[in-house]
């Protein structure tokens, strides 16, 4: 009888938490073949105010058990103060209670350790239990970057410590994971053992969230009205300024109406879009707020076209933002606007429209190339079907198999 093998999952976003990374590590550990798999993740609310319950119901139907830590009371009262300067987050204040708790699951019989991130710190908590299980395969992966993301203020000291850290983990760990290659050769410099004990293994889509879609969308169908949608937050850098000067720039063909349509955490900015949309007759921008992922899927699947902006102060990106996967499998056009990196490339590889977000005028050009329709939006689907839930789960077993045994990595 073949063995299968039993994973202990430690990571501080899943759902019915919700945020991209929660939805992400849902989808891939559904889809993971014969394995028995465990999460460990932190108690619903406590991570985000926000909690999707459809999400959670689909996130719990694993094989195997959702494990749910309670941190202590003034644990969480820090954990909630806004600003907080901890590296490489705030939740390295839960770690101990996580830990402990994992201790106790490891005294049965486990094949190996999987830690993801963000957030960074359940990453810690696998370079403690590795110190005192050497035994025990570990593989470690991420998202994002560690240490010198373009979105996170250096804090002197905490940096410094958070560093050393990220290079006891990449030291330690027994297989890396990354879903860019860009972000592998960030993270590991591209050389030494560290990159030859890494993967790529991408975010994923699951089919069996979206509708059917021969019934789903009916926004092509209506004339002379075009919904775009947005599906995402602003912050950092990756600001709507943008949007809004090339909305107000473009030329709308005579007779149509547009709509952008944005969906997920309120920004400050959106206080202009009344005056904005009172300005203009025949384009407009709207707010509406934060969904479910089943409803935000559903909506992707109803749109004429759909957007990503992946702002970065690095002149390659080497970040693959969750929404355009769940945007490929919504089969809809895509306009992402983008530096040179990840997101161009996939983008282009389905046969869809990309921008330069340093130059407006390639901004209005490739607005107004979709409201002609001169892109048709018949996406490559073989340059997305490596996407799928069941492509990328299957990787992944594949590297649990040759992690358990000690093999090298091929990647």
């Known amino acids: 009888m073949t063995h299968v093998p039993r994973i202990l999952v430690i990571g501080y976003c899943y759902p019915p938490?919700?945020?991209?990374?929660?939805?992400?590590?849902?989808?891939?550990?559904?889809?993971?073949?014969?394995?028995?798999?465990?999460?460990?993740?932190?108690?619903d609310g406590l991570v985000s105010d926000f909690c999707d319950t459809e999400m959670g119901e689909y996130g719990s139907d694993i094989n195997g058990d959702v494990i749910k830590v309670s941190p202590p009371q003034?644990?969480?009262?820090?954990?909630?103060?806004?600003?907080?300067?901890?590296?490489?987050?705030?939740?390295?204040?839960?770690?101990h209670s996580v830990r402990k708790h994992a201790l106790r699951l490891l005294t049965e019989k486990y094949d190996l350790l999987v830690t993801r991130s963000q957030y960074h710190s359940a990453h810690l908590v696998g370079l403690k239990i590795k110190a005192m299980m050497p035994e025990?395969?570990?593989?470690?992966?991420?998202?994002?970057?560690?240490?010198?993301?373009?979105?996170?203020?250096?804090?002197?000291?905490?940096s410094y410590f958070s560093r050393k850290?990220?290079?006891?983990?990449?030291?330690?760990?027994?297989?890396?994971?990354?879903?860019?290659?860009?972000?592998?050769?960030?993270?590991?410099?591209?050389?030494?053992?560290?990159?030859l004990k890494s993967s790529v293994v991408p975010h994923c889509f699951d089919p069996d969230l979206y509708e059917d879609s021969s019934q789903a969308s009916k926004a092509s169908q209506i004339p002379h009205e075009c919904t775009w949608r947005i599906f995402g937050s602003?912050?950092?850098?990756?600001?709507?300024?943008?949007l809004l000067q090339s909305l107000s720039k473009i030329k709308i063909p005579k007779n149509t109406n547009l709509t952008i349509e944005i969906f997920g955490s309120n920004h400050e900015k959106y206080g202009n879009?009344?005056?904005f949309n009172h300005a203009h007759e025949d384009r407009k921008i709207t707010y509406g707020g934060q969904i479910s992922h089943k409803r935000a899927l559903s909506l992707?699947?109803?749109?004429?076209?759909?957007?990503?902006?992946?702002?970065?102060?690095?002149?390659?990106?080497?970040?693959?933002?969750?929404?355009?996967?769940?945007?490929?499998?919504?089969?809809?056009?895509?306009?992402?606007?983008?530096r040179p990196g990840t997101v161009k490339n996939i983008t282009e590889g389905r046969g869809d429209i990309v921008a330069d977000i340093d130059c407006l005028d390639s901004i209005c050009k490739a607005m107004e190339s979709a409201l002609s329709r001169s892109h048709k939006g018949n996406p490559e689907l073989?340059?997305?079907?490596?996407?799928?839930?069941?492509?990328?789960?299957?990787?992944?077993?594949?590297?649990i198999q040759r992690t358990i045994d000690g093999l090298h990595n091929e990647r």
């Not at 602003?234 to 943008?242: A, H, S, V």
């Not at 997305?384 to 992944?396: L, Y």
């Open 17 to 43: 938490t919700a945020s991209p990374e929660a939805f992400v590590s849902a989808k891939l550990l559904r889809n993971i073949p014969d394995c028995k798999i465990d999460v460990l993740t932190l108690e």
């Open 74 to 95: 003034l644990i969480k009262w820090l954990c909630r103060l806004p600003r907080l300067p901890l590296r490489p987050d705030r939740w390295i204040l839960a770690n």
């Open 136 to 158: 025990l395969p570990w593989i470690a992966c991420f998202s994002d970057p560690w240490s010198e993301a373009d979105h996170q203020a250096h804090v002197p000291l905490f």
């Open 165 to 195: 850290q990220e290079q006891k983990v990449i030291k330690h760990a027994d297989h890396l994971v990354f879903p860019t290659e860009g972000l592998l050769k960030h993270m590991t410099n591209d050389k030494g053992q560290a990159s």
């Open 234 to 242: 602003f912050y950092g850098n990756r600001q709507p300024d943008i």
């Open 273 to 275: 879009l009344t005056d």
């Open 300 to 338: 992707m699947q109803d749109s004429d076209l759909l957007i990503v902006i992946d702002s970065t102060d690095n002149q390659e990106s080497f970040y693959l933002p969750s929404k355009i996967i769940d945007y490929f499998g919504s089969g809809k056009p895509i306009l992402s606007i983008c």
């Open 382 to 399: 073989n340059s997305t079907s490596g996407f799928s839930a069941a492509a990328v789960g299957t990787k992944f077993r594949s590297l």
